[in-house]
């Protein structure tokens, strides 16, 4: 039960690097990205293919950022330059992103046990070589992304993460600024999928393996986190038991929709829904519909109950 418990958690914190990716999109751009598909296998696709030349794992992790961020930057082109809807520019971008895909490194890539990955490396046995690995995994993935989640808090404070959030809210504000929101759009969007291809990246390295075929549904589990995360932190504190607990700082800043904090919470959260799901016996591969059905019944329930959460 104990390493049931710590994989899922792994997972849950490995996801969340996508869900912060999607929630940039989403919640923030109000632009639906569907090149996340494409964008979290070429993540994997790359880091497998370094791995196995040779190449230090941290440093495919940034190759892997870099391969979205480019990803990223034709998804905003596109729609932006070019005057394509944002859902179909998206879909151009996954589209092509599926051959891309296939041309590094095929439909399937295995990296051998004797290759190092970022929870073999030297300086993580250095400092935990204590830990078994499903130990290390769990402390590796926790700091990777709770390090990831501070610097995007810190972004979101500066005057370029403030023009980005408004660029969803008011498009209009940020030109009356001198701004151009079309450009503010586009660093968005990169800024996404580098976090989408990191989880690629992070994901090969603690599976060990690529697919072509993986990043099927990534879109959806991104929205079900960001939507389960935001709607039970509002539950939380707008509920009339925790009206009296307002004042605290940390449950403010974790009621607010635009709280990095309630998307990893969310991603973690979905993880374990869906651990239970197959534990009851529902057959692995019944996992992309188990995410489906997950995710219409958030949606119904936030749906309904959305505007009585916010107001109680």
């Avoid at 941290?58 to 979205?68: I, K, Q």
């Avoid at 095929?106 to 046995?125: C, H, K, Q």
């Avoid at 989880?199 to 690529?210: A, N, P």
């Avoid at 072509?212 to 935001?230: E, H, K, P, S």
Wanted: glycine share 10%.
């Amino acid at each position: 039960m104990l390493d049931l418990i710590v994989s899922t958690l792994t997972q849950g914190f490995i996801y969340a690097l996508l869900s912060f990716g999607v929630y940039i999109t989403y919640s923030v751009l109000d632009f639906p990205d569907l090149s996340v598909d494409g964008t979290f296998p070429l993540g994997a696709a790359v880091t497998a293919v370094l791995l196995l030349k040779g190449m230090n794992p941290w440093l495919t992790l940034v190759c892997a950022a870099l391969a979205g961020a480019v990803a990223g930057l034709c998804t905003g082109l596109i729609h932006v330059k070019l005057g394509v809807r944002d859902l179909l520019a998206g879909i151009i971008t996954m589209t092509a992103l599926s051959s891309v895909n296939l041309l590094i490194a095929g439909s399937n890539l295995t990296v051998e046990r004797a290759v190092d990955t970022i929870f073999t490396s030297a300086p993580v046995m250095a400092v935990l070589g204590g830990l078994t690995l499903s130990g290390r995994k769990l402390v590796v993935s926790l700091v990777l992304v709770v390090v990831v989640k501070l610097v995007l808090d810190l972004y979101f404070r500066t005057k370029s993460g403030l023009l980005l959030r408004a660029v969803g809210d008011n498009g209009t504000l940020v030109t009356t600024l001198a701004q151009n929101k079309g450009n503010m759009k586009i660093l968005g969007v990169v800024l996404a999928n580098a976090l989408v291809a990191l989880c690629g990246g992070v994901l090969c390295q603690e599976q060990r393996s690529y697919s072509a075929v993986m990043g099927i549904g990534q879109v959806v589990f991104g929205l079900a986190t960001v939507i389960i995360g935001v709607s039970l932190i509002r539950f939380f504190v707008g509920s009339r038991a925790a009206q009296g607990m307002r004042k605290i700082p940390v449950l403010r800043f974790l009621a607010s929709p635009k709280g990095t904090t309630a998307v990893l919470l969310g991603s973690v959260l979905y993880k374990f829904c869906i651990q239970i799901a197959i534990n009851a016996g529902l057959p692995a591969n019944m996992l992309k519909f188990i995410t489906a059905v997950l995710f219409l019944l958030v949606l119904v329930i936030a749906g309904r109950r959305g505007e009585e959460i916010i107001h109680a």
